[in-house]
């Protein structure tokens, strides 16, 4: 079985102040459970038999909230399993996230099915616990994503919900998504806790949640809707709204390029995730994308 990476297309930081979000999962990238000679299986299993060793000491302080067959993890281990994966770690894709649901697929005992959408809120903070490992703390978002293989609207009051999406935006639409390589791996928790903490002064909470979270909502209605044009203009108010309130997590290598689609209106940059590297995610009308835009078809 494949697991994809994931894409929050819309509520990176806002989510952590009470907006909705928007995910999917992102074909672009995916991994899957593989097996090697248990010689060179260390080289392959990074942190894995670690990552099975504080699964079973969580499990067994009751420190999670599901049941984990952490001893057949470690014999297959031993057998040289480990996860073949392409999706690049520090860049906003989930590649944690794609790991943690890979585990739980294969060694929950009993596991939350993906049509139980009453105890996804369950499923969510289960699956944050077991990806706590990577980032001292989760939210759980990315591994729902790729566990559901299906995009998932967020609720501002906590509810989840499956959905259905129009296709993506086409050259022939006028509008298309791309990504943006920044080529710098980064920390996720970083720049988490400097949203946090800039959270904590007033000025700059309330323009997010008078200014930036309303914007949210609108283009999650928008992208429901296959309204592009109507997207293409919230986008670029995002847009501008990240180039003051987010500057410390644009890499300063594309703080010109993301000025320059906000002032040609050619195209607009958003953060992808977190912020601080890995991709940038961005929407521009077709024939006057930037250069290195991987397009999103």
């Known amino acids: 079985m494949t697991f994809s990476s994931k894409l929050l297309l819309f509520g990176e930081h806002t989510i952590l102040r009470g907006s909705a979000a928007l995910a999917l ?35 067994s302080k009751g420190a999670l909230d599901t049941e984990l067959d952490t001893a057949r993890f470690k014999q297959d281990l ?3 399993l480990y996860f073949d994966s392409n999706i690049p770690n520090g860049y906003g894709a989930g590649s944690s996230g794609a790991l943690c649901a890979a585990l739980y697929t294969r060694y929950a005992l009993q596991p ?3 049509m139980e959408e009453a105890r996804y809120p369950e499923l969510k903070r289960v699956l944050s616990q077991m990806e706590s490992f990577f980032h001292g703390s989760s939210s759980g978002t990315d591994p729902l994503i790729v566990y559901l293989n299906q995009p998932v609207l967020l609720h501002a009051n906590g509810r989840i919900e499956t959905i259905a999406v129009p296709d ?11 990504l943006l390589n920044t080529g710098i791996q980064r920390s996720t928790a970083q720049w988490v806790n400097l949203f946090l903490k800039r959270c904590t002064e007033a000025a700059y909470l ?12 609108q283009a999650i209605a928008a992208f429901r809707a296959g309204d592009w044009p109507n997207l293409f203009e919230e986008w670029a108010n995002i847009s501008a709204l990240q180039q003051v309130h987010f500057a410390p997590m644009i890499p300063e290598s594309f703080h010109t390029l993301w000025a320059e689609g906000l002032n040609s209106g050619h195209f607009a940059l958003k953060l992808c995730g977190a912020g ?22």
């Open 78 to 80: 031993q057998a040289g």
């Open 25 to 59: 999962p992102l074909p672009l990238f995916s991994g899957k459970w593989a097996y090697t000679t248990p010689e060179n299986a260390p080289a392959l299993q990074r942190d894995l038999a670690e990552w099975c060793q504080y699964l079973a000491e969580q499990q």
């Open 168 to 178: 993506w935006p086409t050259e022939t639409s006028g509008f298309q998504f791309f």
């Open 276 to 297: 601080g590297g890995g991709f940038l995610l961005g929407m521009g009308k077709a024939g006057h994308l930037p250069p290195g835009a991987i397009i999103l078809a």
């Open 112 to 114: 939350i099915g993906r």
């Open 206 to 217: 309330q323009s997010i949640q008078q200014d930036l979270i309303p914007l949210t909502a």
